[in-house]
Every structure is written in C-alpha cells, then in structure tokens.
C-alpha cells in the first residue's frame, strides 16, 4: 500500500508538504494554523469529520520523538483512506467513525527541529541552545528556551517544579524544565486555547518511550482508565504498568485542568509505551 505519509524526518517542511498533500488527495481533510512556535513555526490541526466534542491527537510534543508526528500523520491518511474508499480502519468500518478527529501532528516544531538540525535551528535562540546541550542533539525535548512543554501545562505544576528542583533543573534546560511560570510557552498556550475552544472529549498525546502502559496518575483517575488501558494493551501487546505516584503527563495535565472537562490519555508509542488517563 503507498502511502503519502512515508517515513522522513519530520521536520516542519516535511510535515508541511504531507499535510498539503493530503489536503490534496482527500478534500475532506480541513488544516489549520492553531499557533505558532517560539521561533514562528506553524502549529497545524487536522480535522477529519464534524462534531461537537472531538477526540483530540498531539504529537510531537517532545523534540526527539519526531516520529509520533508521523504516527499522527500515519492515522490521519489511514483514516482518510477507510472513509474514502469505505473500508476498515483495523477491525472497524472507516464511515463508522462519525466523531470529529482533530490531530495536531507537532506541538513543539522548534524542538523537533532542534533535534534534527542542532542549534542552528532555534534561530535568536541558538546560543542558548548550545550552551544547554552537553551531548548530541538528538536527546533535546524542550522548546526554543529550553521549556519542557509536557510540563508547562497549568495543572500540578507547582509540585512538578519542586520535583524538578529537587532534580538540579532550575532554569532552563535540554528537559524537564517546566518554564517560570505555567503556560509562558507559545507552544502550551496552543495547546490550551485549543482545547478550551474545542472541549475534546478525549486527549490522546503520543510519546515514544518504554513499551508499556501507564494508566493511573494521581488522585484524578477517570473510571474507565483501567478498561481503557486494557483496550491498548490488547491491541498494542504492550504490558499494564500502575503508575499511580507518578504525576500526570501533558495530556493528563490538560484534562485535569479545571478549565478542562477532557479525559486525557497519554500514549508511548513504539518502542515507548503507553499511557492511560
């Protein structure tokens, strides 16, 4: 099967050119600018149907997991695709899926391209960048300014910094800094004006890490998180994993959000895991 999504780096112009290209092939894809990066990126949405509440799909949150924005681009044509020709999306009839799908395949472009092209791609940025990175540049996850988007979100972000103090991170680094104050990055407030726009009614965040599936954070747990969680593994062969100390990830930061009325799951895919909530 030929696919227009095929596996490339996925720097913002390669991203560009699937997502045009498939706005070409399958008209009834709408894309949008939702935002823009630090460093004046396009943030793009994919809508595939019309609803209401829609299920929500975030990639490339981190820099280095560059290959969720092909996972969420993969979906969207496979969707695309069984809708078109009326055909099976896995075990299930593409016209069957009446629910509005929103994808947004790169949430943090800048870090992404960091990853891939080493500082020089932060732009006013780039000696900050190089100054952070004691390695390669393959390991960055953080925007332009050295915040960790998946921690930047306005829920338990106090205990997350005290977390990451506790770590040696207080200022700006390659991960886990969640910025001076919640939502300061483009790249977060997004995200949030996104969902508070569009109320998802579910949050899949997509990460590359573990082969696993965390499905319990906190306090906030959503009672079918298990059911969820097993549906995954089910159809992942990806093991369960009780996470239950751990605090929530983006996505589950957004549904847990008091703005937000989202059940969020965040999925590590690929040789990552998996999790639920």
Request: hydrophobic share 40%.
């Amino acid at each position: 099967m030929d696919y227009i999504t095929k596996p490339q780096p996925m720097t913002t112009e390669n991203q560009r050119k699937m997502i045009f290209s498939l706005q070409d092939a399958y008209p009834a894809l709408r894309v949008r600018t939702v935002g823009r990066s630090l460093c004046d990126r396009p943030i793009y949405a994919l809508e595939i149907g019309r609803s209401a509440d829609p299920l929500l799909i975030a990639g490339g949150t981190h820099g280095q997991e560059w290959l969720t924005c092909l996972l969420a681009l993969r979906f969207a044509e496979a969707l695309l695709r069984a809708q078109a020709e009326n055909g099976l999306l896995w075990l299930a009839q593409g016209r069957s899926v009446t629910r509005s799908v929103l994808i947004v395949p790169c949430v943090n472009p800048d870090g992404v391209e960091i990853a891939l092209r080493g500082p020089e791609a932060a732009g006013d940025y780039a000696p900050l960048v190089a100054s952070l990175l004691a390695g390669s540049p393959d390991d960055w996850n953080a925007n332009a300014r050295g915040v960790d988007i998946n921690h930047n979100f306005d829920a338990n972000w106090e205990a997350l910094r005290e977390l990451e103090i506790d770590s040696g991170i207080t200022g700006p680094a390659p991960r886990r800094y969640g910025g001076a104050t919640p939502e300061s990055e483009p790249e977060t407030q997004a995200m949030v004006a996104l969902c508070n726009a569009r109320l998802p009614r579910m949050l899949i965040a997509l990460h590359s890490q573990g082969r696993e599936i965390f499905w319990r954070y906190s306090e906030r747990l959503p009672p079918d998180s298990r059911a969820l969680a097993e549906l995954f593994s089910a159809a992942s062969g990806y093991k369960l994993s009780d996470n239950a100390d751990s605090l929530p990830s983006a996505a589950s930061r957004i549904g847990s959000s008091p703005r937000s009325t989202s059940r969020a799951i965040p999925l590590r895919s690929g040789w990552g895991g998996i999790r639920c909530r």
